[in-house]
């Protein structure tokens, strides 16, 4: 079951991926920042909203436009410059279509007006962030980026406040 989907614009593409009216869905979970309208298949497990690409996983650093299917599983394109890949600091990443914390893509988020905060702590013009490196064992350490928005936060006045605490000015995170 898809929670929130509408059936009457519904189309699956594979097991995998769907879209209705508003919302991409991966895997029976939206995809947020992914462009429904724009989505579709390229044929052979690919698929694109024309600003990403997925093909095996989503391609990150490629330019869409240039995506070709080769068969066999195979596809080219030409990959971004490095260059185009700036630092944000404090983890966080961005090139001029995506944000990224720690190679992770922020999906949904704005490379225009993206700013790291200091401690995980990040905005951009309509939403505030929270990421950190967590691990599952202590024992046996492999950290992975996790976070998320944080939707009841007022982006605009969003600030860190400390180590590990921001505010919008009416809460504390």
Sequence with gaps: MLPGADPASFTAFSAAFSRDARTVFLGGAALPGVDSARFRSLGDGAF?????????????????????LLGGGYARAEVRPLGALRSLGHGYAADEVLVYFHGKVIAGADPASFQSLGHGFARDAKRAYFYELATESLKMPSYEPRGGALPEADAARFRAIGRFHATDGRRVF
């Excluded at 694109?48 to 436009?65: A, K, N, Y």
């Design 48 to 68: 694109t909203d024309d600003r990403r690409i997925w093909f095996h996983g989503e391609l990150h650093g490629v330019v869409p436009s240039t995506f070709a």
